[in-house]
């Protein structure tokens, strides 16, 4: 059951399309305080949620601010990650049956205090005094999932070619440079589908242009490369270059398409083309205006985008640095004690994302000025769904591939999301799993994250057990960062156990791809939890490193450093399937309990509930030549 309460008056995000009538606030267990709730926490009560953020599948003993941030240095002590998914679930521990949901409709900061201050106490503060509370209780937490999932709409499903593997690299220079990483692909036998395109493709980060001179013969090249069944996919950033004669800039000018400061000007922040302008994107007339920029790129043949710096990403503002230029110049080294010096020093530090100039400008939404704090986590969303709105103009048969960097629940229905700028650590790769089924219960379904790393130095083991959980999520793409270790899977001596697993995906994707189907129409989840499948199982309960993907299938990932193997517990009878160079192997039913299971490097392992058949494909240079049809079953049992 579902009951929506209503607080103030609240900015509406058109998460929930469809909203019930509001009910006078009453409820057994949360209890409203002076800005939010709180609510006793059972013992062992588990509290499942917030999608996109740090630490386990079990969010209790931390706090989480639902606030988008472009954090690339992320840790387990961050607080807020590139997405705001204000959704909680909490498991009633051993006492209680009824399960609780709780969303938090509201585009401004929360904070979820769950068990960090008081261990026995959940604590929500909600920035603004508007907002909508929707409380939904049922029986089981799959039925709670279904219910909020209903309630926010159906997912998103891509086109068919975003299921296969992509590589991206900040950035490829040049035409040549994509087409030896293609044809390093192919000579190594490695499946590709997608090349990703960074944001050295435009001409001095201008959204919507092309630099000519390495890229001379841009739509012949995205043709050149669709015969050879790989799909192109240009960034598109958030902030629009102040550049006078720039197209996108004199139009969005002249139209007031753009953020404005107190005064009406134009607010100048700087992303990586220098000072830059911000498109409304939560305007409906602007967010369309810009959505229908990309136009000047589906015309050249380009099906699929990725949007970042949608936070939006702020390395300065205009006025912070006229600031700082003042304080240098009047700065007298002789005259200066300690405290001033250091603060000097830090006077750097804090312009990238400044809170002062997320309060220093406005948008337009729905025929209200709003300061853009007030409304901060809906930017990356509306630039996100604009675009998709717009596609249905200008495109006539699929629409393109779409995901973003930034998000807030109702971005799901239009476009899938990535998880942000990760590291080379064993530590993300556990992370990666962990977020999977927390971002299935907000809608977001079409995800994944930077396989091998983004940031910092990878290496061959962990890239290879990376992508060996990389196969199962849906967002399946291997991308790093400028000046890291290139991460390709061809640049390494064991290629062909890199072109096991990667083609082991393919092999895979019948199942998965209804795995995902089924999870989009029937608002369920792709990856699921033990705890949720086996609530009366006092170990699957806590396993936070296996999960169901798809109904039938359970995996066990390696995820450290120097192993061969792992324990795996298995809630119920299991047939395990090795696959060894794509092959699959049945090596027959284990009896529920815990088991020691080697897992080299270059295979993998899955196990399948007794009696289920397993739907697999052959593997394919890519999904161009491959036929989800042409499939054989695998009985397990
Ligand atoms: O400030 O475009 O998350 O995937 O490679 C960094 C360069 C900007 C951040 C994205 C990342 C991308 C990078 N971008």
């Known amino acids: 059951m579902i009951k929506r309460f209503t607080f103030g008056t609240p900015t509406d995000t058109e998460a929930v399309l469809d909203k ?13 305080t002076e800005n939010g709730f709180r609510c006793t926490l059972f013992d062992r009560e588990a509290v499942y949620g917030l999608g996109e953020n740090v630490r386990g599948i079990n969010k209790r003993g931390w706090t989480y601010t639902s606030d988008c941030s472009d954090d690339p240095h992320h840790q387990e002590d961050t607080h807020s990650l590139y997405g705001a998914h204000n959704f909680i679930l909490l498991s009633g521990g051993s006492s209680l049956s009824e399960k609780l949901g709780i969303f938090i409709d509201t585009p401004s900061k929360v904070v979820f205090d769950i068990g960090y201050t008081d261990a026995s106490e959940l604590m929500i503060t909600v920035d603004s005094p508007g907002f909508d509370l929707y409380v939904i209780t049922a029986p089981s937490l799959l039925s709670a999932v279904t219910e909020f999932r209903q309630l926010i709409g159906k997912s998103y499903i891509p086109p068919f070619f975003a299921f296969g593997y992509g590589q991206s690299r900040w950035s490829y220079y040049s035409e040549d440079e994509i087409r030896e990483v293609v044809s390093e692909y192919r000579r190594a036998g490695i499946p590709l589908d997608m090349v990703y395109m960074d944001i050295d493709y435009m001409d001095h980060y201008k959204d919507f242009t092309i630099n000519e001179e390495v890229f001379p ?46 005064n009406g000007e134009d607010f100048v922040i700087g992303v990586w083309p220098g000072d830059c302008c911000l498109p409304d994107m939560l305007n409906e007339e602007a967010g369309k205006w810009f959505g229908h920029k990309y136009k000047f790129l589906t015309d050249m043949g380009i099906d699929g985008f990725w949007n970042d710096m949608n936070e939006p990403a702020l390395f300065y503002s205009k006025k912070n640095l006229t600031g700082i230029a003042q304080k240098i110049e009047a700065y007298d080294s002789q005259k200066q004690g300690i405290n001033e010096v250091l603060s000097f020093k830090g006077i750097f530090e804090g312009v990238n994302n400044n809170p002062e100039d997320y309060a220093s400008f406005y948008h ?97 083991d962990l890239l290879l057990r990376w992508l060996a959980v990389g196969i199962f999520t849906p967002l399946f793409r291997n991308h790093s960062a400028s000046g890291t270790r290139r991460q390709e899977a061809y640049r390494f001596g064991d290629f062909e156990a890199f072109s096991d697993i990667i083609r082991l995906r393919y092999v895979l994707l019948p199942y998965l791809y209804n795995a995902y189907l089924d999870a989009a129409n029937n608002n369920t989840l792709m990856f699921t939890p033990l705890s949720f499948l086996y609530p009366e199982d006092d170990i699957a309960s806590e396993i936070e490193d296996q999960l169901f993907v798809g109904r039938d ?85």
């Open 20 to 32: 019930p009538a509001p009910c006078t606030f009453s409820d057994s267990r949360l209890i409203k």
């Open 217 to 262: 013969h841009f739509k012949e090249f995205v043709s050149e490369m669709r015969s050879q069944g790989i799909h192109l996919i240009p960034i598109i950033d958030g902030g629009v270059k102040l550049e006078p004669g720039y197209d996108v800039y004199e139009e969005g000018h002249r139209n007031g398409y753009f953020c404005k400061d107190e």
């Open 364 to 460: 337009d939404y729905k025929g209200k000025r709003y300061n853009h704090k007030d409304v901060h986590n809906l930017f990356g969303y509306y630039m996100t769904r604009r675009a998709s709105e717009s596609f249905d103009d200008f495109i006539d048969g699929e629409k393109p591939l779409l995901f973003s960097r930034s998000s807030y629940i109702g971005m799901h229905r239009y476009a899938g999301i990535w998880q942000g700028d990760n590291k080379s650590w064993w530590s993300h790769l556990k992370m990666n799993l962990q977020m999977m089924p927390s971002l299935n219960m907000c809608g977001f379904l079409y995800t994944g994250a930077d396989i091998g790393g983004f940031g910092s130095d990878t290496t061959e």
């Open 553 to 637: 299938m359970m995996i066990a990932p390696v995820l450290e450093q120097n192993r061969t193997g792992r324990v795996v517990y298995l809630p119920e009878p299991m047939c395990l399937i090795r696959f060894k160079h794509t092959e699959a192997i049945n090596e027959g039913c284990l009896d529920k309990g815990i088991h020691y299971v080697n897992i080299p490097l270059d295979e993998v392992v899955v196990f399948i509930k007794k009696g289920a058949g397993l739907p697999l494909g052959k593997p394919a240079q890519n999904l161009q030549c491959f036929d989800i049809n042409d499939t054989y079953i695998l009985n397990c049992d």
